[in-house]
């Protein structure tokens, strides 16, 4: 059987804002009880997700509720699947890109 590869994308933390970079470590810190993952209008719910020590973090392109997502996550996650992406990796020492917008914090 061939081994199985994914595509990472890379983006800047900039390209979110602080307080979803909060709402990230939460919702890693303290998984949502299963009801909000079973509802799609609770993005944090939905999100696959993990910590990249103090970088970053690692998202799943294709995680569920992207709808109810804030905007700016939902911006970086269309970009990186639509270059073909199955994980993007949000990272403070990659530059930002000019095609999303970029926050101060």
């Known amino acids: 059987m ?3 590869i994914k595509q990472l994308a890379c983006l800047s933390t900039a390209h979110i804002s602080q307080d979803i970079a909060a709402e ?3 919702l890693i810190a303290s998984p949502p009880p299963l009801a909000a993952r079973l509802n799609p209008d609770i993005w944090q719910g939905q999100i696959v997700a993990e910590r990249w020590l103090e970088y970053g973090w690692f998202i799943w392109v294709k995680s569920p509720g992207r709808a109810a997502m804030p905007e700016a996550l939902r911006a970086c996650l269309d970009l990186a699947e639509a270059a073909g992406a199955d994980w993007l990796q949000f990272d403070r ?13």
């Open 2 to 4: 061939p081994l199985e």
């Open 93 to 105: 020492d990659c530059a930002p890109v000019a095609e999303l917008p970029s926050y101060d914090w």
């Open 24 to 26: 990230l470590d939460l």
